[in-house]
């Protein structure tokens, strides 16, 4: 699977896992076996909320295979509850991994955003292009890693 880090602990540091064991209080909205969304404390739009996976996983990638379907079982239906209650017609997911990408607490979590129009949210991404036969090595290499 590549650079996958091994499942981790329970961290006592992590705020996390302290929301998640009740040692830090939170806006609880949802709670099942494997995950608890809870309100930001810092939303960049109303309503902004955080699906967080109970056990303690640092990334994507640290969550042992087969236990990534039960952490997300419930995201649709917290997804869809929060634009109910905020009255909101889109919304953006967002997974950050490791903090070159944004991670900022190492703890599997979804960024749950609700969008209205013309908000003042917006993505800086610069648009590129492959060049010569470049996506075609590229898919080859990811074929061949998704082989082995």
């Keep these: 699977m590549g650079w996958a880090l091994s499942p981790m602990l329970p961290n006592s540091d992590c705020i996390f896992c302290k929301i998640v064991d009740g040692k830090i209080p939170s806006t609880k909205l949802f709670e099942d076996d494997s995950a608890i969304a809870i309100l930001d404390i810092n939303p960049i739009t109303f309503g902004h909320s955080l699906y967080i996976a109970k056990e303690h996983y640092a990334t994507l990638l640290d969550v042992p295979e087969g236990k990534l379907p039960g952490i997300i079982k419930n995201l649709q239906k917290v997804v869809s509850a929060l634009l109910k209650a905020t009255g909101c017609e889109g919304f953006n997911i967002i997974q950050n991994n490791q903090?070159?990408?944004?991670?900022?607490?190492?703890?599997?979590?979804?960024?749950?955003?609700?969008?209205?129009?013309n908000d003042p949210i917006h993505f800086n991404w610069q648009i590129g292009?492959?060049?010569?036969?470049?996506?075609?090595?590229?898919?080859?290499?990811?074929?061949?890693?998704?082989?082995?």
């Design 99 to 117: 903090r070159c990408a944004g991670q900022l607490v190492p703890h599997l979590h979804f960024h749950l955003i609700p969008r209205r129009p």
């Design 129 to 148: 292009t492959y060049q010569n036969e470049e996506s075609q090595k590229l898919a080859e290499e990811i074929r061949k890693q998704l082989a082995e």
